[in-house]
């Protein structure tokens, strides 16, 4: 059984970049199809997908936040990072790490969320 | 970006009612439509996929429908359990998109 878990500060200041890491245990064989994948939520914005980054290095971002946004991952370790820079307040969330699949069902496939970890709470204040 | 609606936001029922939860998609999305729980404190955990696909384990007076722009999460006879929110997912493109969520409370 795959687990998420979050690590990273839960204060950071105003125009200062936010840095989380993700770490998988529990199944050290990756499928192509896994999408390790960020996700954020507020009282204000609700749940908000921020991005992922695939089996082979290729990522993907809310285009809101792209000019901030950096997901890597250092498969050595089963760990994947999200950094974004210039905070504000409402970059203020709890912020979940999670894993996008494809389910096969029939003839055919369905991505899901599939595992998530605890979540983090970040906030931003100065 | 596909936007999704969901509605009641909110709503008030008693163990063993019958409540149905709403999602609207601002353009046809097929059946690429989860739906979420999550009790305070949680992360959301999956309930349906695909629509109307019932994960293994959840039990069955949970229900999915729709396919195109409308779906419905159903429960048949609400138990003291089931009161948490709901959010609804759409897999169809990119950004991932979910609904603002519907609070299921204690009448």
């Known amino acids: 059984q795959v687990q998420l878990q979050e690590s990273g500060p839960g204060m950071v200041k105003p125009s200062e970049t936010l840095s989380l890491t993700c770490t998988v245990s529990g199944d050290s064989d990756r499928s192509d199809s896994d999408y390790w994948t960020w996700i954020r939520q507020s009282a204000e914005k609700g749940l908000e997908w921020i991005g992922y980054?695939?089996?082979?290095?290729?990522?993907n971002y809310k285009s809101s936040l792209k000019s901030r946004v950096t997901i890597s991952a250092d498969t050595s370790k089963n760990q994947f990072s999200l950094g974004l820079t210039s905070v504000t307040a409402a970059d203020t969330a709890v912020y979940y790490c999670a894993i996008e699949r494809r389910l096969p069902f029939s003839r055919y496939f369905f991505y899901v969320l599939d595992v998530w970890g605890q979540g983090t709470t970040v906030t931003v204040s100065s | 970006d596909i936007q999704m609606t969901q509605s009641p936001s909110s709503l008030s029922a008693s163990v063993g009612d019958r409540v149905s939860i709403t999602c609207r998609a601002s353009?046809?999305?097929?059946?690429?439509l989860g739906w979420y729980q999550q009790k305070p404190g949680q992360a959301p955990k999956r309930l349906i996929y695909g629509a109307a696909i019932l994960q293994s384990g959840v039990p069955s007076r949970f229900s999915g429908s729709g396919y195109g722009t409308e779906f419905t999460l159903t429960i048949s006879s609400l138990q003291p359990e089931d009161f948490a929110t709901y959010y609804c997912l759409q897999h169809n493109g990119y950004p991932r998109t979910f609904g603002q969520g519907t609070k299921v409370e204690i009448k």
């Open positions: 980054i695939d089996y082979r290095g290729r990522t």
């Open positions: 353009e046809g999305i097929r059946n690429d």
